[in-house]
């Protein structure tokens, strides 16, 4: 007969499996649409925290399928290797707390979109995919096209069309929407913490229900 405990962890499980996956499928996008920039000549390789947090995702799911598991089969083996799984992810949320810092983050960004400006530049090409996706113009605004003799493309201006191009200069765009992600980013490392905190609870729970039934069964 299963117990409220067990229900909860399968409950708590199944949920964890989902936003594991959908987090894994959003990192891959992420990864793939950075990818499919770079054979274009539009940015430089993917950010190793990227990876990290693809990882981090795929751990996620694992410790999910393990929790489930040890709940059916009533292993306290099983769920004593799920709970070392989000104890690993714990530790991994607070590394990546504890390296949380904007300005150097803000830098790595400038860094990035003057690399990427150089990339294309030597290779002929444009601000197309970031002017695109961020709405902005140039790296500090559309005269350092005219200031370089090029022709302002059409990703400067809106829906593509003729007349007035982004006043906004890429530097400044990808920086307040990076940063915004930053942010986000760590917050949810936070409430990652605690979600993994509460599946702890609940294996642990189980875990001693489990003790206490195998104690009363050898009496």
Known sequence: MWSCSRCSVVIYNTFTLIIGCFVALVCLYEMVYQLDEQVHMETIPIEAYKITQFIMAGILVLAAIIGCAGAFSGSKKVLVVHVALLVLLIVAHVGRMALYNEYKRMDAIEKRVMDTWNIQLSHGYVFGTIQYRYQCCGVQDFMDYNKLNITVPESCYPNFNNGYPYPEGCMTAVKH?????????????????GYEIVGIILAQTLSGKLTTSTRRYAY
């Open 177 to 193: 929407g990076q940063l915004n992600v930053y942010r986000y980013d760590m917050l949810i490392h936070c409430g990652l913490i």
